[in-house]
């Protein structure tokens, strides 16, 4: 039996892994969860599991939760998260990294540290530390494990295979909430509109990304420290179906697909199941929905955020960790209704026209990076 830790329980991701330890129950042992804002639901699942730890937001999230259970460890804040990923480090312990933003990463590399293995989902842990995450992988007998389904897809596509043999990895996007929009019309468009994803159920700031196309670019840059590739051997492709989640092209000219409903309990339960496959309770794909796919190329005219993520790796050190703040930072604003939609690629462009690069950032380096990039703009508006 795995034991799990979920950071981010009350999340998408943290949800359906949920749902999967639930339908498992001889094979998963829940024994921790972080949740932030969503209090209620943070408070449903340590009644209904038990629990030996928790991290929460505030001490106010923690004197409830204390109520509840009075045994339970309680962690707080950002430190919290990261003593929350060393628990019990002398365990053989699961870590699920489903955290939104940087606030991922130091966990990310506490898990590392103590040879934990780590599922992740969390983006910006690999687009701005992919570097630091690297290193320590090569001091550690940690495996990172990722659950996204775009890497997921290649993971399993690359299984067995020679990676000297591999020519392309593609990488299917949906398109987001406003792909058949023309540019002309996203000056203002409405934040309900941008949440609304055409194939996808996920939280707020992902589905914003979706919809200015800056995820794909952070899959790229994940991709490249996933797999070791150059990032001139990652592409994307829009598929609007969701259904082939990525293509591994090889030299010979074959190229292999990974296909399944859009549905993230299936790359959620591989990772937690591997290296062994067993019944999952996704979605089964209809293939009479195969005869109908669609796949253009994408343009970096309509969707520049991409074209800045590419840049951001190629330009590399901190330019990464720009790229990540300003765009987190710019998506609040909309959130908040504080911006506009196309603001957000604006913010990011200026933020990296104007950076000195650090070539070698350090976590302290990016941490302060973060937060005056952060702190600046948000001032601003």
């Known amino acids: 039996m795995k034991k799990i830790l979920i950071l981010g329980a009350t999340g998408s991701i943290g949800r359906q892994t949920l749902e999967i330890i639930d339908a498992n129950p001889l094979d998963f042992k829940l024994i921790g969860v972080s949740g932030f804002n969503n209090t209620s639901l943070l408070i449903e699942i340590i009644q209904k599991y038990e629990l030996s730890i928790a991290s929460v937001k505030d001490s106010i999230q923690a004197e409830k939760i204390k109520k509840i259970n009075p045994n339970i460890k309680i962690l707080i804040g950002e430190q919290g998260l990261i003593d929350f990923a060393g628990f019990n480090p002398e365990e053989d312990i699961t870590l699920i990294n489903a955290l939104v933003g940087m606030v991922g990463l130091k966990p990310t590399l506490r898990a590392i540290g103590i040879n934990r293995n780590v599922l992740l989902a969390n983006k910006e842990t690999l687009v701005v530390g992919g570097h630091l995450i690297k290193e320590a992988l090569k001091k550690s007998s940690s495996n990172l494990y990722p659950i996204d389904s775009e890497h997921s897809a290649i993971w399993q596509l690359l299984n067995g295979e020679n990676k000297s043999s591999v020519k392309r990895l593609i990488i299917t996007a949906s398109g987001g909430s406003f792909r058949d929009k023309a540019r002309t019309e996203l000056e203002d468009v409405s934040l309900e509109s941008a949440l609304n994803h055409p194939n996808w159920s996920m939280g707020s700031k992902i589905t914003i990304d979706s919809a200015t196309m800056i995820n794909k670019g952070f899959e790229i840059i994940e991709a490249v420290y996933?797999?070791?590739?150059?990032?001139?051997?990652?592409?994307?492709?829009?598929?609007?179906?969701?259904?082939?989640?990525?293509?591994?092209?090889?030299?010979?000219?074959?190229?292999?697909?990974?296909?399944?409903?859009?549905?993230?309990?299936?790359?959620?339960?591989?990772?937690?199941?591997?290296?062994?496959?067993?019944?999952?309770?996704?979605?089964?794909?209809?293939?009479?929905?195969?005869?109908?796919?669609?796949?253009?190329?994408?343009?970096?005219?309509?969707?520049?955020?991409?074209?800045?993520?590419?840049?951001?790796?190629?330009?590399?050190?901190?330019?990464?960790?720009?790229?990540?703040?300003?765009?987190?930072?710019?998506?609040?604003?909309?959130?908040?209704?504080?911006?506009?939609?196309?603001?957000?690629?604006?913010?990011?462009?200026?933020?990296?026209?104007?950076?000195?690069?650090?070539?070698?950032?350090?976590?302290?380096?990016?941490?302060?990076i973060d937060s005056e990039i952060k702190t600046r703009i948000y001032n601003q508006y």
């Open 226 to 368: 996933l797999f070791d590739l150059g990032i001139d051997k990652v592409e994307a492709i829009l598929h609007q179906e969701s259904l082939i989640h990525s293509f591994v092209e090889f030299e010979d000219g074959s190229i292999t697909a990974q296909i399944a409903e859009h549905d993230m309990r299936l790359p959620i339960h591989y990772a937690m199941y591997y290296p062994e496959r067993k019944e999952s309770i996704a979605y089964k794909l209809d293939f009479m929905k195969l005869n109908n796919l669609h796949f253009k190329k994408i343009d970096f005219n309509r969707y520049p955020c991409l074209s800045y993520a590419i840049e951001a790796y190629k330009i590399g050190g901190s330019m990464r960790t720009v790229l990540n703040a300003a765009n987190e930072i710019a998506v609040r604003l909309f959130i908040e209704k504080k911006i506009k939609f196309l603001d957000i690629e604006r913010i990011i462009k200026e933020e990296m026209e104007h950076h000195q690069v650090i070539t070698f950032p350090s976590l302290e380096e990016i941490y302060t």
